[in-house]
């Protein structure tokens, strides 16, 4: 499966952004999709993943409360819906998949990445 990370951008503390991630290709997605982010100098965190037979969500701490992970009816792409940003947000963040728990080395297939910088 190949996926294709969107919606990064500059915001200011206190914004919102979306973020999507396309899957296209096979294998086709069996057991979930997630969210990771990589600040400057710090290990890849992860930030929140979706159960793909049955939507159920996970969220890491750090996120929770202003954070929505969804999939559209089709099953093609994920979203990451970020709110109330906070400037230690900034970080790239990546759509992986194709697990539903909090550990990247559960994740085989990754995308690009896309760069949220959020400005005090």
């Known amino acids: 499966v190949q996926l294709q990370a969107s919606g990064g951008g500059l915001v200011q503390a206190g914004g919102s952004l979306r973020l999507s991630c396309a899957a296209s290709g096979r294998p086709f997605i069996t057991y979930g999709a997630g969210w990771f982010r990589q600040a400057p100098g710090k290990e890849r965190e992860f930030v929140a993943s979706i159960d793909w037979s049955d939507g159920s969500t996970r969220y890491a701490d750090s996120v929770k409360g202003r954070v929505t992970i969804s999939r559209d009816n089709a099953k093609t792409t994920v979203y990451l819906q970020m709110n109330s940003l906070k400037p230690e947000d900034t970080a790239l963040y990546y759509c992986?998949?194709?697990?539903?728990?909090?550990?990247?080395?559960?994740?085989?297939?990754w995308g690009q990445g896309t760069l949220v910088t959020v400005s005090s």
């Open positions: 992986a998949a194709d697990s539903q728990l909090p550990s990247d080395i559960m994740y085989h297939y």
